[in-house]
């Protein structure tokens, strides 16, 4: 099967085709390193993140490019605000940022440019753009000439007067055009600056992704993706400098966009005070349950986050889990190849929902797998799916017990495993000598803890249940 994608810039799926099949490119725009990041921050870093995986397994190389802006306007905030160097502020939040990442199951990019790193490149673009007539300098500021680009506003899909209304630009004095941005700006002694043409001063945001971009990828790469809130200004902005200082070349032939978390139907924003931070939400929530929901919707779809949806993808996960440790007794040697079904959905645009759907079913079929042969066989499929969508990746049982240092209700202390194990064997004896409010009165204790237990043919088994499985 071919790989087909949503192309933003035509609006329509398309059969993906790169220019080179023996080096296939694609950049995302990564993280402002100036806080933690939200969980609507990590969407694309999942599905993109899972776009890179598939073309792995299409083509003999990919470079897929993911980047750090640590110089911005919001980083000097931030680091003014916390009265400390800018440094720490982009070093921490950078490391954090790659931590994250690593336990939501995303793999690292193969190349993380950073934008203080490209300070030379930027000012040699900058150049180029206005020695061709598409930028110009005016008190320190470097602008992009919005007119001299017949084609601004194509992949928006939007009118000059539309952007430059929804955007609430600043109209200076120093600018041409109200819809001119800012390649290049002063800084002031007490703010990050390199020596320039034009003076001490820092690059704009957009800019910084095109000379990165082209530095690592080429003047013309295959994909560009990230949320469908950065179509405008910044893709549009990215596509108008880059066209112009390379000459009229096509800057990125696919353009991919995901849609935005919503919460309570309202889009997160930190001005609506509806944010969550990942970071926070990792110590909250087992990794495979938050990635689990990010791949839930197609990605191109906004997707709802609540306390309702999160209990509902740990539920679905301790079936899968469930499923894998009735097989324990399987010995499955090498990886386990993906299952050709959940190829064939993810070369569809990228559909998570069927490729779970999927795994959904092979979870079920496994339960009905009696002969040694087709038990093997299930859990093969079971293990080459979660592999492919980065979900299964823990033993069973350990699964089932993340969490077991967690408090119990109403601040009762925690159990070890060795607690629990002790209190199941005791409870275990009192159900052979028949004082079943003695097994009753264990199991409430353990439950009281936080702690569920299963009676099934293979033993007495137990697993940590989450707040919200307790309250219901």
Known sequence: MTLRLHNSLTRRIEDFVPQDPGRVTMYVCGPTVYNYVHVGNARPYVVFGLLAKLLRRLYPRVVYARNITDVDDK???????????????????TAAFFEDMAKLGV???????HATRHIAEIIAMCERLIASGHAYAAEGHVLFDVPSYPDYGKLSGRSTDEMIAGARIEVAPYKKNPADFVLWKPSTPDLPGWDSPWGRGRPGWHIECSAMAAAHLGETIDIHAGGNDLMFPHHENEIAQSTCAHGGRTFARYWLHNGMLTFGGKKMSKSLGNVMLLHELLKQHPPEVLRYLLL?????????????????????????????????????????????????ALLDDLNTPEALKILAELATASRRATTPEARKAAKA??????????????????????????QGETGTPALDAAEIDALIARRDAARKARDFAEADRIRDLLASKGIAIEDGAQGTRWKVVNPNERAA
């Open 381 to 406: 499929a079971l293990l080459g799916a979660g592999a492919m969508l980065g979900l299964l990746r823990l033993d069973p049982e350990a699964w089932f017990k993340q969490g077991v240092s967690a």
């Open 296 to 344: 839930k919707a197609h990605y191109r779809q906004p997707l709802d986050w609540s306390d309702a949806a999160l209990a509902q993808a740990r539920a679905t996960l301790d079936t899968w889990y469930g499923a894998l440790r009735d097989l324990a007794d399987i010995e499955i040697s090498g990886e386990p190849e993906t299952p050709a079904d959940i190829e064939a």
């Open 107 to 113: 793999d690292p990019p193969d190349v993380c440019p």
């Open 75 to 93: 980083i000097n905030a931030a680091a003014k605000a916390a009265g400390v160097p800018i440094e720490q502020i982009t070093t921490g939040y």
